[in-house]
């Protein structure tokens, strides 16, 4: 009677699982499940990666890497992906490399119609300065720089970059998953494959926003933190495909 | 060989091409926006993109993107565009990165810019700063050779004149020794094999293949720096043998330094000319030995001063260095002005050495 | 004696637990259970497993640390009520690295 393996302890493209990331943070398992995809659909991409707790994710997987400066990894890909046209490009920025630093890249890229798969990890903070609000806190989030909460009149609105991405024609694929339950992780790594495989098509932009925990920036236990992501960021952004191309 | 009349810029984008660059991504800006232009223009043809960028930023991130694959890539601005790109320079330069900027300054020299950069840590850059659009040519096609002999983003301090005269000029491909193949260029297939590949400029590598972090990775980087100044420092003297005058410029105003000179020795006067034609790598030793024994060594330049703080540092006698250029622009703000007219610098020679006209 | 049927298995890497209790919820049959006065290394509890497992792999999905390694069973089997014991792994735990090299 042989047990047949599920899940190995790490994906195959993870050098090593050691990382320094908080206990209870989401980004691990949103990188699990994109380098599980990578692995299933057996590519060899060159990954950028910006600026955020995330970076070491990067650093510890077993894939071409290049560190690109805070909010440019859209630029850098773009600069790759036309010297590259037939390797998979995926990028991975947090909320504050994407949104707060880099928006004119993202949305410019998307634009362009570049065949990259750009991935957020979105926690709402800027994590790896040790929890600031990004442009992607929502109103009444606790941040170090937003203590009694982001307020509307005081801080602004967060924005919804997924919103804007999916009314750009070159964005092909737009989609915001989470990993606050199993359930969850699931859905999301089916929209990180299916935007991979549209990249592989041309099909254009690809982009995947996973929310991830981020108890730390938070200020709520662990076991809290899916219950937060969703009563703030679920609530707030919603989860889903925003934008995909018609089925065949 | 063939000389065509060719504007400046077009010229440089022809050079560029012959020399390999297959990306290029720019932001329109006078005076740069015609080698923008040309790029648009002709890249593809030969086989490469150009990409007019949303900003300069943006712009030169997306080459750094490119070079980091291995291909030869280029941007540029003026120097109010290259102020924007000081991260990413520095960024290049302390991934090892080779890239080419083209800098078509407006009025001012921005020696400074060109030489000390606004990035941060101990990096540099190779500067070329041709005095006119035929060795603009030569130098475009040498600085992707040097770019990627050290792996360092290097400059062309070009400016409104070489970009936009026309001038018959043949855009030969020149031939360099072999570099290093680019063992270090990311495309993808060293994932999945254990030993995938990171640029990074932290350099702590990966589990597998750890790296020799921040500290040894940037004590090398600027020990290599050091390498180059000790080896790619290139200048044009002239006359220095018997000069007991030196008119030290730079770039285009070398041009008139030039004709200055051979004017007034003509009428007489012992003078010579020094053009370093790296930025940096500062011709220092050369320097020195030009100015030996001169009274006078005059710093012509297009700013409030600059560059003649490395000829005082490097001249055989600093208290014979003078300031004699300025700041000078025309009525736009774009481009040279008053300043830059052989008659006005004729004037500014004498007035420096104590003659004025016709009391000799 | 009762029995549990049994679907699947984890091994559990204890060292690399950083005590977050995210697989206890995610866990469907709820056969996780956190120590509570057993430590690792680096001093944090850490789960053990119960027989029902149905090797649903949820607790992999959403554990951040890489924790656990999950098994199907050909066909599910009866085991008894409490603690699988064997299901604990102690992988080695790195050092601190030394960042001045």
């Known amino acids: 009677m042989t047990p047949r393996l599920i899940s190995a302890f790490k994906p195959s493209l993870l050098q090593s699982s050691e990382h320094d990331l908080c206990p209870g943070c989401g980004h691990a398992p949103a990188w699990r499940i994109t380098l599980d995809v990578v692995a299933e659909l057996d590519l060899k991409p060159v990954v950028l990666a910006g600026h955020g707790c995330y970076t070491q994710l990067m650093v510890n997987s077993d894939v071409d890497s290049l560190q690109t400066l805070h909010g440019r990894a859209p630029a850098a890909a773009t600069g790759v992906k036309r010297m590259l046209p037939d390797t998979p490009v995926i990028t991975l920025q947090g909320d504050g490399d994407m949104v707060s630093e880099g928006l004119h890249e993202v949305l410019h890229a998307a634009a362009r119609g570049e065949r990259i798969t750009a991935l957020l990890f979105n926690n709402g903070v800027f994590g790896d300065t040790g929890g600031h609000m990004t442009a992607t806190t929502v109103v009444g989030q606790r941040t170090k720089t937003s203590l009694d909460g982001r307020d509307a009149e005081q801080h602004g609105y967060p924005i919804d970059v997924g919103r804007l991405l999916a009314q750009i024609d070159g964005a092909a694929y737009v989609a915001r998953g989470a990993v606050s339950s199993a359930g969850l992780v699931a859905r999301t790594k089916r929209m990180i494959r299916r935007a991979l495989e549209l990249q592989l098509e041309g099909a254009g932009f690809t982009f995947v926003e996973v929310l991830t925990m981020c108890p730390t920036g938070w200020f709520v236990g662990t076991p809290q933190g899916p219950e937060y992501l969703e009563e703030s960021m679920i609530a707030t952004f919603g989860i889903g495909e925003l934008k995909a191309p018609s089925a065949p | 060989m063939t000389k065509r009349l060719l504007q400046g810029s077009e010229a440089v984008a022809e050079a560029a091409i012959a020399a390999g660059c297959r990306f290029f991504a720019g932001y329109p800006m006078l005076p740069f926006t015609e080698l923008l232009e040309q790029m648009a223009s002709k890249l593809p043809a030969a086989g490469g993109v150009c990409i007019n960028a949303a900003s300069e930023i943006e712009g030169i991130n997306m080459a750094l993107g490119a070079a980091a694959t291995g291909a030869r890539a280029a941007t540029g601005s003026c120097g109010q565009g290259l102020a924007l790109m000081q991260e990413a320079i520095a960024e290049l330069a302390l991934n090892e990165l080779p890239l080419v900027i083209f800098n078509m300054a407006r009025g001012q020299q921005d020696y400074f810019q060109a030489t000390r950069g606004g990035g941060w840590g101990d990096y540099r850059t190779i500067t070329l700063a041709p005095k006119d659009v035929t060795e603009a040519v030569d130098h475009t096609q040498l600085l992707f050779h040097l770019a990627d002999l050290h792996r360092t983003p290097v400059i062309l301090y070009g400016d409104y004149v070489i970009a936009h005269s026309s001038v018959a000029v043949d855009v030969r491909p020149l031939a360099f020794p072999p570099t290093p193949p680019k063992v270090w260029a990311l495309d993808g297939s060293m994932t999945g094999s254990g030993r995938a590949r990171q640029i990074w400029t932290w350099a702590q590598g990966k589990p597998n293949t750890p790296g020799p972090g921040p500290n040894r990775a940037w004590q090398t980087i600027a020990e290599k720096y050091d390498h180059i100044a000790g080896i790619e420092a290139r200048h044009e003297v002239a006359h220095a043998d018997d000069a007991d005058i030196l008119l030290v410029s730079f770039g285009t105003t070398g041009v008139f330094v030039d004709r200055v000179v051979e004017e007034l020795r003509a009428e007489g006067l012992r003078v010579g000319a020094f053009r370093p034609v790296t930025l940096w790598p500062f011709p220092g030793a050369a320097l020195e030995a030009a100015s030996r024994g001169c009274s006078h060594v005059l710093v012509y330049e297009l700013n409030g001063g600059q560059m003649v703080d490395d000829v005082r540092m490097y001249a055989a006698d600093r208290s014979v260095v003078r300031s004699i250029g300025g700041v000078s622009q025309d009525g736009s703000g774009m481009r040279q002005g008053a300043l830059l007219d052989a008659a006005v610098l004729r004037r500014r020679v004498l007035d420096a050495v104590g003659l004025t006209e016709g009391a000799r | ?101």
């Open chain 3, 1 to 101: 004696m009762t029995t549990i049927l049994t679907r699947g298995t984890v091994r559990i890497d204890v060292e690399s637990c950083k005590g977050c209790d995210l697989c206890i919820a995610a866990c469907r049959p709820g056969v996780l259970h956190m120590t509570t006065d057993r430590f690792n290394q680096r001093g944090y509890r850490y789960p053990e497993l119960s027989a029902g497992c149905t090797g649903c792999d949820a607790c992999a999905q959403v554990c951040p640390d890489f924790v656990f390694e999950v098994w199907k069973f050909e066909e599910p089997v009866d085991l008894p009520p409490g603690l699988v014991p064997d299901a604990a792994v102690h992988r080695t735990v790195a050092a601190f690295k030394d960042d001045n090299h």
